[in-house]
């Protein structure tokens, strides 16, 4: 019987096709990674169940933990029209290049008498210094009219197109949330969004077992 | 793993020999660094979104119509430190005002026992009405909590009122 030859075989293995791979990835995640800038205003949201992506150019309303409150303008297009509109029913006497700097700004938040002191300070402001929307009692609930101001901008429009989100702190008080209900109720608002993180929905709960989904045709 | 060249055993000899060199570079190390960086990114990669609860509110400025049965309603009170009082039927009948806690076993359960009761009597889960009522002491997330239990449960009727003074003569007579 001839006696089988075994080849001796190098365990050394060739890693450039693992390189590439582990590189080909790496670039991807690199490129995936969404650098998000640093939020000027801290806010860490609640939970909740919801699934629908949160749209980007919304009217958002934020709550911090303070309880102040900042309105920011994400509908580039309706922006002017909405300062503008608030500029000239309160009477906040903002000149032309005012008001640019003011479309300028990411965050209102400021009382009306203050903004114009505001616009001229040299620095732009930052968020976290502003005092935030005035809303404590019914009366000086200074939201209802910036949301007053939103909402004559989308008059003609279907007021599905307004995106109202409302995004609140853990750890912000009711009350507050309950004001800037009020403010949007007053201008007739009934429903709007609240910003949350996505959580799983519990298995075994009604939601899990019939998603409403599947309930429409 | 990497080859070695043995070019000790040149040493010995005088002639000046230039050893032919492997090509062959290990690529071992750069894999390790390759999987490190993408683990690293991974992990930093938020693809988590924020999204969006819906909410509505009720239009009270007319006034509502449809009768709701009284045995059908659970009225919630979120307190300070996320715990919540909570009582059956109507306050005109002195009923007992409980507290829970948040959570699977807290207000899920409740709720879930409530449902299941009106079922039986009224032969329709859907008559069943949730009234959330938030004290100043709680939180935002509290609320966001307490509408989402709405969403988990499919409650189809859910209002939202501020304490009564009935409500805290209740609370008081605790």
Not at chain 2, 45 to 62: C, G, H, S, W
Not at chain 2, 111 to 118: A, E, G, P
Not at chain 2, 148 to 171: G, M, P, T, W
Request: aromatic share 8%.
């Amino acid at each position: 019987m001839p006696k089988v030859k075994l080849p001796r075989k190098s365990t050394a293995v060739d890693m450039t096709a693992m390189c590439d791979v582990a590189f080909l990835l790496l670039s991807f995640f690199i490129l995936a990674t969404k650098t998000k800038p640093p939020e000027a205003v801290a806010v860490v949201t609640p939970t909740s169940v919801a699934t629908k992506i949160a749209k980007e150019d919304a009217i958002l309303v934020t709550l911090t933990k303070e309880g102040k409150v900042y309105l920011m303008l994400g509908d580039k297009s309706k922006k002017e029209a909405i300062l503008e509109d608030v500029n000239t029913t309160k009477a906040l006497g903002l000149s032309p290049a005012e008001l640019t700097k003011l479309r300028k700004m990411e965050f209102i938040g400021m009382p009306f008498n203050k903004i114009k002191s505001m616009l001229q300070l040299t620095e732009p402001m930052e968020p976290k210094k502003m005092e935030g929307i005035p809303i404590g009692d019914s009366a000086n609930n200074e939201l209802t009219d910036w949301i007053g101001s939103v909402v004559r901008s989308y008059s003609g429009e279907s007021m599905d197109n307004l995106n109202l989100l409302v995004k609140g702190d853990n750890d912000s008080k009711y009350p507050s949330f309950k004001f800037i209900k009020d403010a949007f109720k007053r201008n007739d608002i009934f429903k709007f969004k609240i910003v949350t993180n996505p959580e799983g929905i519990p298995a075994d709960s009604e939601l899990a077992l019939n998603p409403p989904g599947a309930e429409k045709k | 793993m990497s080859v070695i060249e043995n070019t000790n055993l040149d040493k010995h000899s005088n002639q000046k020999r230039i050893s032919k060199k492997n090509t062959v570079v290990d690529l071992t190390p750069m894999v390790d660094l390759g999987f490190l960086l993408i683990t690293f990114f991974v992990f930093t990669t938020q693809l988590l979104q924020p999204t969006a609860m819906n909410l509505n509110m009720p239009y009270d400025k007319v006034k509502a119509g449809d009768e709701i049965c009284a045995s059908c309603v659970l009225t919630l009170f979120l307190q300070s430190g996320n715990s919540i009082r909570y009582y059956e039927g109507m306050p005109e009948s002195n009923p007992v005002v409980r507290q829970t806690s948040f959570g699977t076993h807290g207000i899920r359960e409740i709720i879930l026992n409530k449902k299941r009761q009106v079922q039986r009597i009224n032969g329709r889960a859907d008559d069943f009405v949730l009234i959330i009522k938030a004290a100043d002491e709680s939180t935002f997330q509290n609320f966001v909590d307490i509408v989402d239990e709405v969403a988990i449960n499919s409650i189809k009727h859910y209002y939202l009122d501020e304490i009564s003074e009935a409500d805290k003569k209740l609370f008081s007579g605790e």
